[in-house]
């Protein structure tokens, strides 16, 4: 087989900011499997392994072709010799022993089914595992436990929620969000972020932003929308955090702090008549309802923030964190969704758009479908 020569991965960055990663995965049977173990690394609380895990599958998938041998990824960054031996199993075998081992694992399948539930962290699955609890109907039937109101749509919901949601669902969703918007403010700025504005065919949400051209006129927004979403009738679930946000604070240098501005995490009801490509078409015949439900994300930055706040929400988040990672070690600058802050030069650098951002840290710009990382 041929070996990519060393030339082919000499200059890859350890940092997914300096990679170009489109949503062209040619390494998938591998990346498929680091995220595997990354996700039972998170469940196990071991942080290290999973971010190691999470890293080596953002360098594979910036690869422009197929890993064929481990001399083809000699000198690339991030992949310690935990990721090699995996890949070696899978180059040798096909198949990694280690990861079809984890799968049959009671406690990772467990964890794995009541996270894919909307409102169910890793601390509220490891708790009903430890109480013996194995499956959601198993969850619902013990009258012990009491679900709050996200985790109650979650599984009120949880077919439709956990079916992926196509490009021509977020299209249908984006026009009703914009009409439903424009409807209350004419000149209110909205935009696509997450995996679709990344060129994804599919995602688990929709994530948009919202914002208007005058300072603090955003303030009121959202809950405008929520509201008229529920004169519609379609309106299935909500859940509203109202801004936190201070502007004289410097950004975090956690990545994992979420932000503070206004937004909220919706379910929606979407008709199947309103998709492209699916009007007039002959439905499944066990599915009569003509109608489903979707997990929308909204988020009202002002208008001053709009370029870090879509920076942040585009994701990927393996390519935000090493955004943010970058600008710390590198540049002795802290940026969050909120601001760029200089360390160095004690000050908070101005910013309009994206493009600005990738400028004042010495970044070549990366475009949103290049951010698949
Ligand atoms: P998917 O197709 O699975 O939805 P996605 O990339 O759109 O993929 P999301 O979970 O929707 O994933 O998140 C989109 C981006 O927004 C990510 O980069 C993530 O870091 C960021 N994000 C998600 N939730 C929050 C939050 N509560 N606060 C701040 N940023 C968030
Ligand atoms: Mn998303
Ligand atoms: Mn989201």
Not at 62 to 89: D, N, R, W, Y
Not at 151 to 165: C, E, N, P, T
Not at 167 to 195: F, M, N, Q
Not at 258 to 271: A, G, N, V, Y
């Amino acid at each position: 087989t041929d070996c990519s020569p060393p030339t082919a991965v000499a200059n890859v960055s350890q940092y997914a900011c300096q990679r170009r990663t489109t949503t062209e995965n040619h390494n998938k049977i591998f990346t498929d499997v680091m995220e595997e173990l990354a996700e039972s690394s998170e469940f196990n609380e071991s942080k290290g392994p999973c971010l190691a895990f999470r890293q080596a599958a953002s360098v594979l998938k910036s690869l422009p072709s197929a890993v064929q041998c481990l001399e083809a990824i000699q000198g690339l960054p991030c992949l310690g010799e935990h990721t090699k031996a995996v890949m070696e199993e899978i180059l040798t075998f096909g198949r990694s022993f280690k990861v079809e081992e984890l799968r049959c694992d009671e406690r990772y399948q467990a964890l794995k089914l009541f996270t894919s539930v909307f409102g169910v962290g890793p601390k509220t699955a490891e708790k009903w595992y430890r109480r013996g609890l194995r499956s959601l109907k198993e969850i619902l039937t013990e009258p012990s436990i009491q679900l709050n109101r996200m985790q109650r749509a979650g599984f009120l919901y949880y077919s439709d929620i956990s079916k992926a949601v196509s490009k021509a669902e977020a299209e249908a969703l984006g026009c009703i969000i914009e009409e439903t918007v424009h409807w209350i403010a004419p000149d209110a700025i909205l935009a696509l972020t997450g995996g679709f504005r990344r060129g994804k065919e599919y995602g688990h949400d929709v994530d948009f932003l919202l914002t208007m051209p005058e300072m603090g006129k955003e303030e009121g927004l959202l809950l405008h929308v929520i509201d008229r979403l529920r004169d519609q009738g379609i309106l299935l679930y909500c859940e509203y955090q109202g801004s936190t946000f201070d502007v004289s604070k410097l950004p975090s240098c956690r990545f994992e702090d979420m932000d503070h501005f206004q937004k909220c995490f919706l379910i929606l009801r979407l008709e199947q008549g309103q998709v492209e490509g699916e009007r007039g078409q002959q439905r499944d015949p066990g599915d009569s309802r003509g109608w489903r439900a979707v997990r929308v994300d909204l988020v009202a930055p002002p208008v001053d923030r709009y370029a870090f706040a879509l920076l942040g929400w585009t994701g990927s988040r393996q390519f935000g964190r090493d955004l943010r990672a970058f600008a710390q070690k590198e540049r002795q600058m802290l940026l969050d969704n909120h601001a760029l802050y200089d360390k160095t030069k004690q000050l908070f650098l101005p910013v309009t758009t994206e493009e600005d951002i990738f400028a004042h840290l010495g970044l070549e710009y990366v475009e949103p479908w290049q951010r698949n990382a």
